[in-house]
């Protein structure tokens, strides 16, 4: 069914044909298609997932060439979902790609992602990290949170009953927001970024694999840290999953 072209995914001991088959048969909402959105995505349409749903209100701007890799000179202006479609599709006829111009909200996320096997954040804004992470409760939908700007980036699966949320880990969703037009962002911190959100989503999909911790790293050193987390069992957002 996978001949040569996922031969070299498949002969991994964590992988095999088994592993291909899952991520043939599922479906991952990327939300925002940035930088890290766009480095998650291209893994996963070349390695073979099924289905794909992308989210994003934003057009392509000159700026973003320099480390969101589905873009080129020729699509600025263009919407950043119908370009990163036509360049998806060109690595992968076999994955179905839905888009969605528009910044996910509460009205419009479960119409979205609904049956989704995991979301990945490639947002860059703490409320539409509050929507989804709000929506992974309800839904029970699985989802990995993704923050880079400057040199350095953060990563954590979060999934309903199992892991800490974001509010048990008390982030802030009403916090200032960084801007890369004011910081900067090194293109690498996005890349490692969203390649790291594909590989947790990969584990967890095939093996179940999850670790309850936050993953901070720093592109400029590089320097990769991790930090165990655990839920809390009074969060007013997942406390009541038992």
């Known amino acids: ?10 002969a991994l001991k964590e992988i095999g044909i088994d592993g291909l088959e899952i991520l043939q048969k599922s479906t991952v909402s990327i939300i925002g ?33 320099h480390r969101q890799s589905l873009y080129d000179e020729n699509d600025v202006g263009d919407l950043k979902v119908e370009a990163a479609r036509k360049r998806l599709v060109s690595s992968n006829k076999g994955t179905s790609i839905e888009v969605l111009p528009q910044k996910i909200n509460d009205d419009n996320v479960d119409r979205f992602c609904k049956g989704s096997s995991i979301i990945i954040d490639g947002s860059d804004n703490m409320e539409t990290r509050r929507v989804l992470n709000s929506y992974s409760v309800t839904s029970g939908i699985p989802w990995v949170f993704t923050s880079a700007i400057g040199t350095v980036g953060q990563i954590k699966l979060i999934v309903p009953g199992k892991t800490a949320c974001l509010q048990c880990i ?7 927001e960084m801007r890369c037009e004011d910081v900067g962002v ?9 390649s790291l959100a ?5 584990n967890y999909l095939i093996r179940g694999k999850l670790i309850d911790e936050i993953i901070y790293l720093d592109a400029g050193v590089p320097e990769i840290v991790h930090v165990k987390t655990q839920r809390d069992h009074s969060c007013q957002m997942c406390g009541n999953i038992p």
């Open 33 to 65: 298609i940035g930088a890290t959105g766009s480095s998650a995505a291209d893994l996963f349409v070349r390695n073979g997932i099924g289905n794909m749903r992308i989210a994003d209100p934003d057009s392509v701007d000159i700026s973003n060439i």
């Open 170 to 176: 008390n982030v802030r969703f009403d916090s200032p």
């Open 186 to 194: 090194l293109a690498s911190a996005p890349y490692i970024t969203g």
């Open 1 to 10: 069914m996978f001949s040569l072209r996922y031969s070299r995914m498949s």
């Open 198 to 202: 594909w590989t947790l989503a990969v």
